[in-house]
């Protein structure tokens, strides 16, 4: 009897939550139609969509008058994200906007313009080390990833 009437109990609560959680149609609606403006606000990130399912959750689970505390980290790494994805559709443009600062810098971003685009999309902290571990992670030789960091960074 010990045992069992735990396990019901458990099954129970969880029927009661499953219940608690169904929206009504109406409710669907109004999510469905937030998700989608969501979505076209957010689609020149170049975010996958586990990112926006997070940062729908996150924007949207706190009341809008509430403080949040991103700072200059969440900034930076929006700043990074974008950068990544001019790189992805442009690279060529990048690397001639960076060829009147230095041309052997500009000819590292042209040929590496993919790898600094997937590292941009997949850093996690807006910091040099963070970025530069990130394009190590990619294949991309010690001196260069030093050199293409210094590129982002003076971007941002």
Excluded at 47 to 68: I, T
């Amino acid at each position: 009897m010990s045992v069992v009437t735990p396990s019901m109990l458990s099954v129970k609560a969880a029927v009661q939550e499953e219940k608690a959680l169904q929206l009504s149609n109406a409710e669907k609606r109004k999510l469905d139609k937030a998700i989608d403006s969501f979505k076209k606000e957010n689609e020149g990130l170049g975010l996958s969509n586990l990112e926006l399912a997070q940062k729908f959750v996150r924007e949207n689970s706190q009341d809008k008058n509430s403080v949040q505390s991103r700072g200059a980290v969440g900034i930076g790494l929006k700043a990074i994200r974008y950068i990544g994805y001019l790189l992805r559709i442009g690279g060529k443009g990048v690397s001639i906007l960076i060829r009147p600062l230095s041309k052997s810098k500009a000819a590292l971003v042209r040929k590496y313009s993919a790898k600094l685009a997937k590292a941009c999309e997949k850093v996690e902290r807006a910091s040099k080390s963070a970025f530069k571990a990130k394009l190590r992670e990619l294949g991309v030789p010690s001196d260069v990833a030093k050199n293409l960091t210094d590129i982002i960074f003076m971007l941002l």
